[in-house]
C-alpha cells in the first residue's frame, strides 16, 4: 500500500520503517530540510537499537523515501499518517499546533480519497478536531473530497521500538467506519499474524485507551516508589516486598521497580494531559494527580538521601561526585524528563561538582547543559569515579551493574553508594566498606 506519514521523530520515523520493512511503499515527511537531507543519506537523528540499518536497506530499496514536499506525499498516500509532536502547553494539556496544521496541509493538497491516521498522543475529540480542520481547508478550496479520520495510538517503548512496532501485542484502530478499519486491516496484516492483534473500537475510545496505557503504567510506579518511602520510615525493604507482590498476577511483575521517578517524553506529558483533559470535562482527576506529586517528589528523592549521609547541604559543598547514567532509561540517549536532570540541578545548587557517564546521552548532556565548570563528562563509568567522593547510579544500565565494590572503596574518598534504581544488594556493597543507600531499603539504612 502506499503510504505518506507526517512527523519523523520517534514515532513517525519507527512507524514509517516498519511498514516499508513488510512491503509497504512509504514516503516520510518533515518540515526540517537538514533532518530529510541526513535521512535520504540514512543518518537517523535518534539513536534507537535497529533502526538505522533498516532505514538504510528500506530507503536503498526504494520503498523508504524522505521529504519536505507535504503535496508530494499527500498525492502519494492512500493512507496518510499524522505523526507529529503534541508538547505540553502551559497548563499541561496537549499543545494541538502541529496536528491541526497537518491537518490543514492535507486539506489544502488532498486530490483523492484518503484514510487520515492519528498516530500521535491526542486527547481524546482531536480526531473531530482534524476532520473538522480538513474538511474546512477542504471547502475553502471548493474541493469536495471524501476523507475518513482514524485514532490509531502507538505503544512503542524507547530503546525498543523497532521490536515493538515489528511485533506490537495489540494495534488499536478507532474508527467510524467499516471501510476504514478494513483498510488499515489492511495495511497492517503483515504484523497481525498468529493470533488476533487488532482491536477495533469508536475514535474517542482509542483516544483514551492511549492515555489508559501509559497512566496506568505510571500508577504503578508511583505506587511502588509510595511504598518504597514508606518501606524507608518503617524499616522494610521495598525489593523484598516487590517480590512479595509480584507474582500475584492480578498484579504482576512488570512496572513495579522502585526508582528516582519516571520520565522520558511520554508518562509525565500524558498523566497531566489526561488530567487536564478530565479537568475540562468537569471530572477532578484525583488519583492522577496523586501520580503526578508522588513523581515529582521521588525525582529529588536520590538527594535527600545524600542529605541524609552528609547532614546537609553545606557538608555537599566543594564535594565532587561520580554521576552513573544520565538518559532517563536505558538503550536511549534522550534526556526528556530525565531524573538526571533534577538531581544534576540540585547538586550544583548545593556546590557540588559532577563527574557523569552515561553510554549514549553525552552529546546530548553536552547540547542541553553545554561547558560548565561543575560538570566533568567523562569517557568511561570508571574514569568518572576518578578522584570522585562518592557514587550516584541513576540510569539502570547493564554495564553499571556488576562493578568491582572492593575497588570503588578504594578510590571513592566518602566510601559511599547512592542506588537510584536498586541495581546492587546492599550487604555485597556493605560487605565492600562502603556506606549503602537504595530507593526504599529502609532495613539497610
Ligand atoms: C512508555 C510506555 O512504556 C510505552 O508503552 C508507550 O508507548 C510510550 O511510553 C509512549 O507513550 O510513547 P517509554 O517512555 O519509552 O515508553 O519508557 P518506559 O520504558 O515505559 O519507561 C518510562 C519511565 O518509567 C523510565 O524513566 C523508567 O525508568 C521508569 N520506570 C519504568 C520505573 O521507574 N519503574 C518501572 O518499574 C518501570
Known sequence: MRVAIFGTGYVGLVTGT?????????????????????????????????????????????????TTDAAEAIAHGEVVFIAVGTPPDEDGSADLQYVLAVAGTIGTHLQKSAVVVDKSTVPVGTADKVKVKIAETLAARGADIPFEVVS?????????????????????????????????RRLYAPFNRNHERI?????RSAELTKYAANAMLATKISFMNEIANIAEKVGADVEMVRKGIGSDPRIGWHFIYPGAGYGGSCFPKDVQALARTAQQHGHEPTLLDAVESVNERQKGHLFELMLRHYGDAAALRGKSIALWGLAFKPNTDDMREASSRRLLQQLWDAGVHVRAYDPEAMDETR?????????????????????????????????????????????????????????????????????YYGIGRGRSI
Not at 540514512?42 to 524522505?66: C, D, Q, S, T, W
Not at 517503548?157 to 467510524?176: H, Y
Not at 482491536?199 to 475514535?203: A, L
Open 18 to 66: 516498519c511498514l516499508a520493512e513488510v512491503g509497504h511503499e512509504v514516503v516520510c515527511v518533515d518540515i526540517d530540510q537538514a533532518k530529510v537531507d541526513g535521512l535520504e543519506r540514512g543518518i537517523v537523528p535518534i539513536y534507537e537499537p535497529g533502526l538505522e540499518p533498516m532505514v538504510k536497506a528500506n530507503h536503498a530499496a526504494g520503498r523508504l523515501r524522505f
Open 367 to 435: 547540547r542541553i547543559f553545554g561547558e560548565r565548570a561543575d560538570l566533568v563528562l567523562c569517557e568511561s563509568a570508571d574514569a568518572a569515579i576518578e578522584g570522585a567522593d562518592a557514587l550516584v547510579v541513576i540510569t539502570e544500565w547493564k554495564q553499571f551493574r556488576s562493578p568491582d565494590f572492593d575497588d570503588l572503596e578504594a578510590r571513592l574518598a566518602d566510601a559511599a553508594i547512592f542506588d537510584g534504581r536498586n541495581l546492587y544488594k546492599p550487604g555485597d556493597v556493605e560487605a565492600a566498606g562502603l556506606a
Open 152 to 184: 490509531n495510538p502507538e505503544f512503542l517503548k524507547e530503546g525498543a521500538a523497532v521490536e515493538d512496532c515489528m511485533r506490537p501485542d495489540r494495534i488499536v484502530i478507532g474508527a467510524d467506519s467499516a471501510q476504514a478499519v478494513e483498510t488499515l
Open 199 to 203: 482491536v477495533s473500537m469508536d475514535v
